[in-house]
T-cell receptor, first 112, second 115 residues
Framework: DAKTTQPPSMDCAEGRAANLPCNHS???????VYWYRQIHSQGPQYIIH???NNETNEMASLIITEDRKSSTLILPHATLRDTAVYYC?????????????FGKGTHLIIQP | EPEVTQTPSHQVTQMGQEVILRCVPI?????FYWYRQILGQKVEFLVS????????KSEIFDDQFSVERPDGSNFTLKIRSTKLEDSAMYFC?????????????FGAGTRLSVL
């Protein structure tokens, strides 16, 4: 699975959009970009994933560059409850019970 | 909304003792996982389980560890002889079949403290 690089921490004001970048320059054609988050010491929570098209769900939007070497997770109206560590994970679409490889992620702090 | 449940929430044990951590995955899920997170460190994959057998395991998952699905609902992680360095949060996760992508649903975790 391709390696990802994320900033260690970011701040965002409550009510503003939080934009979390991720670099995955060695991503291959059949690998997806997944985003999870971990609030304090809770279990990680799935947010969104995509292959090459931009994706949106009730939690967030995912923007993937045309060359697929980077992506941005957007939380459109951040709240204090969005303070968490956000993980960008690249994983293949092949069959098998692939375990997730978590990096250090980005610690997003939402400021009141 | 269905969720993965883990028991107990906190387990305290003496070094050298056996512990069993329990998980009830989401009912129609087919893939099951265990992860651990040592305090202040990354979440680490331990093992995946599908069709009643281990599919993949990490280097951490040595002979001290075993997993079992003893009935249709529970999924357990056993540590045979605990060491101080086994102290960590242990997370269970599950997901549907391949069509659902690799969307894993995690439990709240069991905090294991080895004294």
């Amino acid at each position: 699975d391709a390696k990802t690089t994320q900033p260690p921490s970011m701040d965002c004001a409550e009510g503003r959009a939080a934009n979390l970048p991720c670099n995955h320059s060695t991503i291959s054609g059949n690998e997806y970009v997944y985003w999870y988050r971990q609030i304090h010491s809770q279990g990680p929570q799935y947010i969104i994933h995509g292959l090459k098209n931009n994706e949106t769900n009730e939690m967030a939007s995912l923007i993937i560059t045309e060359d697929r070497k980077s992506s941005t997770l957007i939380l459109p109206h951040a709240t204090l409850r969005d303070t968490a560590v956000y993980y960008c994970i690249v994983i293949g679409s092949g069959g098998g019970a692939d375990g997730l490889t978590f990096g250090k992620g980005t610690h997003l702090i939402i400021q009141p | 909304e269905p969720e993965v449940t883990q028991t107990p929430s906190h387990q305290v044990t003496q070094m050298g003792q056996e512990v069993i951590l329990r998980c009830v995955p989401i009912s129609n899920h087919l893939y099951f996982y265990w992860y651990r997170q040592i305090l202040g460190q990354k979440v680490e994959f331990l093992v995946s389980f599908y069709n009643n057998e281990i599919s993949e395991k990490s280097e951490i998952f040595d002979d001290q560890f075993s997993v079992e699905r003893p009935d249709g609902s529970n999924f357990t992680l056993k540590i045979r002889s605990t060491k101080l360095e086994d102290s960590a949060m242990y997370f269970c996760a599950s997901r549907t079949g391949l069509a659902g992508g690799n969307i894993q649903y995690f439990g709240a975790g069991t905090r294991l403290s080895v004294l």
